[in-house]
């Protein structure tokens, strides 16, 4: 069954105007009608009434919303500005702090870089000598080619470098450091222990540079006449004249000794050790603390001898050395010495 529907379009359309005409006339009423408010305080006063038509309370109602959305707006850009140039303040702090650090670490890389090629420099000539002797190795500075990144920010020109990009400078800095500090430390612990080596090897004459008069060896003994093993080396001098430890040291013996006569016997570490015999007169006692060239007695006679001079010996492990070789640092700086020069 199909059902069919049939519209009129005039009186559909007359319905519609006539129903738009009582909405409006209705409206209009309405906005025209009054709205009484009445504000009744908690005392004894009279409530306070006051009158307003519709559309004059819808007209505040719409006026305050759009005043708040407006202000909302504004506020919300405001702090969004505001923000925006914090981070960006905050940001160039940050990277004139760490320009300042950077410069601070370049710096001491710089000096780190300098002293470690001098000593590298004089390692790979064999100066030896001069490691272990010079003083002025800590000199040193930056160059300008090593600041060159640094430049940006000295010139106020922050803008230039990001955060990430001054992040990765810093962090291959500090690797570069750490490698530079590492090979710094290793050439240290080598000189230091070289100059402790060379202030503890004897390299210098006991006494004035007199004549030797009985060398190191086999020889006939000028008192029994016997082929012997000499020892040492026999040194002349006049009587009383000082005689000097040849290297820093500990005195281990000082006393009367059998043949050597009056004895002193200077431990100076490393396995080294040194007899200075037939003194007149013993100037440090046993466990007394020396240095080089410090005077340990004076040049005499006593004990198994022919006149005034010094017996000199040197003691490499309990076992006698020639001590003719260790009158200057000659054979301390020798690669062929038989001194431990670490390569």
């Known amino acids: 069954m199909l059902l069919k529907i049939s519209i009129d379009t005039p009186r559909f ?19 025209k009608r009054d709205v009484t408010i009445i504000v009744i305080p908690h005392s004894t006063t009279t409530p306070v009434r006051k009158t307003f038509t519709l559309s004059f309370i819808l007209f505040m109602l719409t006026f305050w919303t759009g005043i708040t959305v407006w202000a909302t707006v504004i506020t919300t850009n405001n702090a969004d500005y505001w923000r925006i140039r914090l981070d960006r303040e905050v940001i160039k702090f940050k ?3 760490f320009a300042n650090e950077l410069k601070k670490s370049q710096e001491l890389l710089a000096q780190v ?15 030896k000598k001069a490691i272990v002797t010079d003083e002025n190795l800590n000199k040193g500075g930056p160059t300008p080619e090593e ?12 803008h230039e470098v990001s955060v990430k990009e001054l992040y990765y400078q810093t962090k291959e800095l500090q690797k570069e450091t750490e490698q530079q500090l590492a090979s710094a430390e290793e050439i240290n612990s080598f000189i230091s222990y070289q100059k402790k080596l060379y202030k503890s090897t004897p390299n210098t004459w006991p006494c004035n540079k007199d004549r030797i008069t009985s060398p190191f060896g086999f020889r006939i003994h000028p008192i029994t006449g016997r082929y012997e093993y000499h020892t040492g080396i026999d040194i002349d001098g006049s009587k009383n004249s000082p005689i000097h430890s040849v290297a820093d040291g500990n005195v281990k013996y000082s006393g009367w000794s059998q043949g050597y006569g009056n004895l002193v016997i200077v431990n100076h570490g490393y396995n080294y050790q040194t007899y ?10 046993e466990g007394e603390k020396i240095k080089r060239d410090q005077i340990v007695g004076l040049m005499g006679e006593t004990g198994t001898t022919t006149g005034v001079h010094l017996h000199y010996e040197i003691r490499l492990n309990d076992k006698s050395i020639n001590p003719a070789k260790f009158l200057d640092d000659s054979l301390f700086f020798s690669k062929r010495s038989g001194v431990d020069w670490r390569e």
């Open 13 to 31: 359309l007359g319905y519609n105007i006539l129903l738009m005409k009582k909405t409006l006339s209705f409206l209009r009423k309405a906005l």
């Open 95 to 97: 990277l004139m702090f």
């Open 113 to 127: 870089k300098d002293k470690d090629g001098q000593l590298r420099e004089l390692l790979d000539m064999k100066s």
């Open 147 to 158: 600041q060159a990144y640094l430049e940006k920010y000295l010139e106020n020109k922050v």
């Open 276 to 285: 200075y015999a037939h003194l007149n007169k013993i100037q440090v006692k």
